[in-house]
C-alpha cells in the first residue's frame, strides 16, 4: 500500500500469508506471488499437521475414510487457534478443539473424544516432567500400615466406552452399560503400559491420588465402605497383595 512503512507492510503480508495457508478455499493469496509458489506452502504446512495428527491417533485416523480424514484435519488447520507454538502439544490443542469448538458431523463416531483423549495419553506420559526419582519414598516399605506413593505418572481413567478395544470392525454405536477403567503408566525405563482395571482398584488409586495422608489400610477401609463391601476384612488382606503388585509394575512407588 502507497505510504506503508515496511515493518508494517511486512506484518500485513504476513497476516495475509497466514491466513490464506489456515483457509485457502475462503482466503485469497497475497497480492503478487505466484499460485505455484503458495501451493508450495499451503501443502506443506497442512500436510505436517495431518501427518502428525495421523501418527498420533493412529485408531482414529483408522476409522475414517482418507477424505473424511483430511476434511476433519482441514477443519481443526482453519477452525482452531492454537495457544502454543510446540509441536508435540498439537494433540493436546487436537483435542481441545474436538471437545470445545468442533460441531459434530455425521462421520464422527459417537466415542471420538474419549478415543481421541485415550490415545493422547500415551504422548502425555512420555512428555510428562514429574521426577519419581526426587520424591521422598521408601521403595520397600509397608503399604498397608505406612502412606502409599502413587507414581505421579500413573492415571486412572474412567471411560464410557471401551476405548481400548475399538478398531475398524468394533465400532459401538452406543455407551455400554458398564463404564471403562483403565490405567495407563510409565515406568523407569519410559516405557508407557497399559491395564484394565476392576472398580476396587479404580478407586484405590482414585484414593490415592486424592488423599495423600491416608494408610494404606485407611485407603481401604473407606474402599470397602463405598461399595458396601460385606467383608471389609477379606477385602483388605486382597488390596494389601494387589499394593503389593502394583509397586512391582512401579504403579506404587513404595510408602513414606
Partial sequence: MIGEKAPEALARLQTEFAAHIRDPVNVKPPDGIEDRRMGIYRDLFFNNIRNFLSSNFPVLSSLYSAEDWTRLCRDFFTEFRCHTPLFPEIPREFLKYLQDTRTKRETDPPFMLELAHYEWVELALSLDESDTDTLLVDPQGDLLRAIPVLSPVAWPLVYQYPVHHIR?????????????????????????????????????????????????????????QTINHPHPDKLIAHGETLMNDLREKQVILGSR
Avoid at 196 to 223: D, Y
Fill in 168 to 224: 475398524k470392525d468394533f465400532q459401538p454405536r452406543a455407551a455400554p452399560d458398564n463404564p471403562t477403567y483403565l490405567l495407563v503408566w510409565r515406568k523407569a525405563d519410559f516405557q508407557i503400559k497399559f491395564m484394565q482395571l476392576n472398580q476396587i482398584t479404580l478407586l484405590l488409586l482414585q484414593k490415592m491420588k486424592e488423599e495423600k495422608e491416608k494408610t494404606g489400610q485407611k485407603l481401604l477401609n473407606e474402599v470397602a
